[in-house]
């Protein structure tokens, strides 16, 4: 790392980074994205212009880090007023950026001025005042419980072959629509977290938060499977205590999980959905069964009920769907 590199990641970033992670339990993706607009808004503020209203700065890296003169990152951040921020974000918005990035980059700015100002690291908070754009309200992909069952039933089928890849791909499923869980949460699970007795695992969500959350008869069935005939012939001395594992016996990663799925759906004759739907669909097959919406919340981990809130609209779009079909007065 260049010396330039060591000196921006000591500086107010870093520091408010490491906020993030310690005292507001932010996951690291998010503090990594919140690095990545900060560095964004310094190139505004520096250069007068970035080299692309939607990306990072010209000649940028994963995390924004080059194509920005790092030495004076603290002191462009410093020195933003108002209408910096706003001009920022217009010319984003002016650039084509969805409005869910641009309420990300919004936010982003808005948590580190109200630290930086409550720190002392700044006479006064520029942020104070500039508008939070609205993220766009996009309904889940949600997959009908037929093409569900029809994902699961192959994922099934497929296991009689005996590759011990493919009861691991049945137990992923079959626990991602079963518990409702992430696809980084469903990696992070390790033995201990389950069990199969109770139906019961644990989950580690945003911000570090554990919940319990409760899976039927048929994930338990899909993991003791797993477990006596698939990760047994994975196992190796490198194995730590995860759940599911790779074909080397390492810990699964989301990104092989994700592959799994999208493998599962081209196998079943279904449109490519990202496992994210899965969750999507557990959610709102929930409430068509008539879960609470307070429990849909506890089990999917939402910090707010107002998520959890959008799946109503997805049931009710539904259920209109089938009033327009069915009844002859619609």
């Known amino acids: 790392m260049s010396t330039r590199g060591v000196r921006a990641r000591t500086g107010l970033i870093a520091q408010f980074e490491g906020y993030l992670r310690h005292q507001r339990g932010l996951s690291e993706n998010t ?6 607009d900060l560095m964004h808004l310094t190139a505004f503020v520096t250069e007068g212009e970035v080299g692309s209203a939607s990306g990072e700065p010209d000649g940028a890296d994963a995390d924004g880090t080059e194509g920005v003169d790092e030495w004076c990152a603290d002191s462009a951040l410093e020195s933003v007023e108002l209408r910096d921020l706003r001009s920022w974000l217009a010319m984003m918005a002016g650039g084509g950026l969805s409005r869910t990035t641009l309420a990300r980059r919004g936010a982003a700015v808005r948590a580190f001025y109200a630290w930086a100002h409550k720190s002392g690291h ?3 908070n520029p942020a104070l005042r500039l508008a939070s754009a609205r993220a766009a309200s996009t309904i889940p992909t949600v997959m009908s419980p037929a093409d569900v069952m029809t994902l699961l039933s192959v994922a099934q089928t497929r296991c009689d072959d005996g590759d011990p890849i493919h009861l691991r791909d049945w137990a992923a499923a079959e626990l991602l629509y079963a518990t409702g869980m992430r696809v980084g949460e469903l990696a992070g699970v390790n033995l201990a977290d389950i069990d199969l007795d109770e139906r019961l695992v ?4 945003k911000g570090n938060k554990e919940r319990v ?3 039927g008869v048929p994930a ?3 993991v003791r499977a797993w477990l006596a005939d698939g990760r047994v012939a994975l196992v190796s001395p490198e194995t730590d205590a995860a759940l599911l594992l790779g074909r080397r016996g390492g810990r699964a990663g989301q990104r092989q999980i994700r592959e799994a799925i999208h493998d599962l759906c081209r196998a079943a004759g279904l449109p490519e959905v990202a496992p994210h739907a899965l969750r999507h669909s557990a959610a709102t097959h929930l409430l068509t069964g008539g879960s609470d919406l307070r429990s849909v919340q506890e089990v999917l981990g939402h910090a707010s009920l107002n998520t959890t809130q959008r799946y109503t609209h997805v049931s009710a779009e539904r259920l209109r769907a089938t009033y327009q079909l069915a009844h002859p007065r619609a």
Do not use: E, I, W
């Not at 644990?202 to 969500?205: C, E, N, T």
């Open 220 to 222: 338990a069935t899909a």
């Open 213 to 215: 959350v409760p899976f």
């Open 122 to 124: 700044v006479d006064h």
């Open 31 to 36: 503090v990594r994205a919140y690095r990545g």
């Open 202 to 205: 644990r989950v580690v969500g």
